[in-house]
């Protein structure tokens, strides 16, 4: 049996997503000892130096969104996740966002699991360690949220059904953003994630989650890598009262939802 | 970055709640570990349920509720080891943040 990651790098206006999932690739090869195939728009031929596979795709727009680190309204180039049971060459796959830093080797337990599809259930605010709602919930409904930044998957019915019925969201999207009562209309893989696990658990909304919690670095947060030699990540943010108050990461893996301080990290790592 | 807001980058301050709160989540995290197709968390619940089996086998449910049987012994040294190994490491980055200002 194969396994492997898979990551999603489509460029957009703003962040070099393939540069991303390079540095990416690199931290998970050396924390979690296997090979990593990316899916891609990009013909660069440096690619496969890079990659230990590299598949083509052309990329699928989800809308745009707003990123409050990059002050501006960007293409998401993040439908074409849903199609990951299909393209992936891995008999066990452990999908990552781009943006998922890989610092220890913890992803392993998922590895070593013998569940055929995980995926987060719950993710908290590093700086405030609290657990936010608006992280965890969805829609007017406030239904449990699922996230798909780290998806692991064997190839089976179970995960066969659950990616089936995420295309079946994505492709009407508008009639379950209206069913679900989600206000934004930009798709998004989290929500048809977690709407489609509550569709194959019966709507029991009982899955097999990772059993951690999503470490998640808000993008208002300055992030900074101590140096390039050194695992420490370093997060500064506002007190209540006004001041700057840092804490640093090590050896723990975490989800950096503001791209431009990553980006600046693996711009200066290069 | 403007010039205040450099000073105010330099002059910040360690965070020791959320520093504190984060170990406990990275090392709660690296408690768990797979034996026999089973996912166990190391600890002392886990422990105490194993002292507390008579034979040498036994039948417990792991984090997802599967029963797996399991040889009570072999189960109970590599919690042991885990919960031991990750507390020591805890207790030394706990330390070390506690100088930080």
């Known amino acids: 049996m194969t396994t492997g990651a898979l990551l999603f790098a489509f460029n957009n206006e703003v962040t070099d997503y393939v ?18 195939a990316v899916i ?5 031929p440096v690619l496969s130096q890079q990659f230990d596979q590299v598949i083509h795709a052309e990329p699928d727009s989800g809308g745009t969104r707003f990123f409050e680190d990059y002050d501006s309204t960007v293409t998401w180039h993040n439908a074409g996740r849903v199609d990951a049971y ?76 659950i990616f089936d019925c995420m295309q079946m969201i994505r492709a009407n999207w508008d009639h379950y953003r209206a069913l679900y009562k989600i206000q934004k209309s930009t798709y998004r893989n989290d929500f048809a994630l977690s709407i489609a696990l509550g569709i194959v658990n019966g709507g029991t909304w009982r899955i097999d989650s990772v059993p951690w919690s999503l470490a998640s670095i808000l993008p208002e947060y300055q992030l900074e890598q101590i140096s ?31 791209k431009k301080h990553l980006g600046d990290i693996i711009e ?3 | 970055m403007d010039t205040e807001k450099l000073i105010s980058h330099a002059r910040a301050r360690f965070d020791h709640a959320a520093a504190r709160r984060i170990l406990k989540e990275k090392y709660e995290a690296r408690m768990l570990f797979a034996y026999c197709g ?56 706990h330390e070390i943040n506690s100088q930080k200002r």
Not at chain 2, 74 to 81: G, I, S, T, V, W
């Open chain 1, 86 to 161: 299909a393209l992936t060459p891995w008999d066990q796959t452990l999908v990552l966002d781009a943006d998922y830093v890989v610092a220890s080797s913890q992803l392993r337990f998922v590895l070593d699991s013998s569940r055929d599809f995980m995926c987060h259930d719950r993710a908290y605010d590093i700086a405030k360690s609290r657990y936010l709602d608006e992280l965890n919930t969805f829609g007017e409904h406030r239904l449990p949220m699922s996230w798909a930044t780290v998806m692991m998957f064997r190839k089976s019915n179970t995960a066969a059904y």
């Open chain 1, 228 to 258: 390039n030699t050194d695992e420490t990540f370093k997060i500064t943010h506002r007190a209540a009262n006004g001041g700057n108050l840092y804490l640093g990461v090590n050896g723990m893996d975490f989800h950096a939802m503001g």
């Open chain 1, 268 to 270: 200066a790592s290069v």
């Open chain 2, 38 to 93: 089973g996912m166990w968390r190391a600890g002392p619940d886990l422990l105490n349920v194993l002292a507390a089996c008579p034979d040498e086998s036994a039948v417990l449910l792991d984090l997802y509720d599967t029963p797996v049987k399991i040889d009570v012994r072999e189960l109970e040294l590599a919690a042991q080891q885990r919960w031991q190994e990750q507390m020591n490491a805890w207790l030394v980055e």
């Open chain 1, 19 to 36: 540069q991303m999932a390079a540095w990416s690739a690199r931290r998970i090869r050396h924390h979690l000892g296997i090979p990593v």
């Open chain 1, 40 to 44: 891609t728009n990009s013909r660069n």
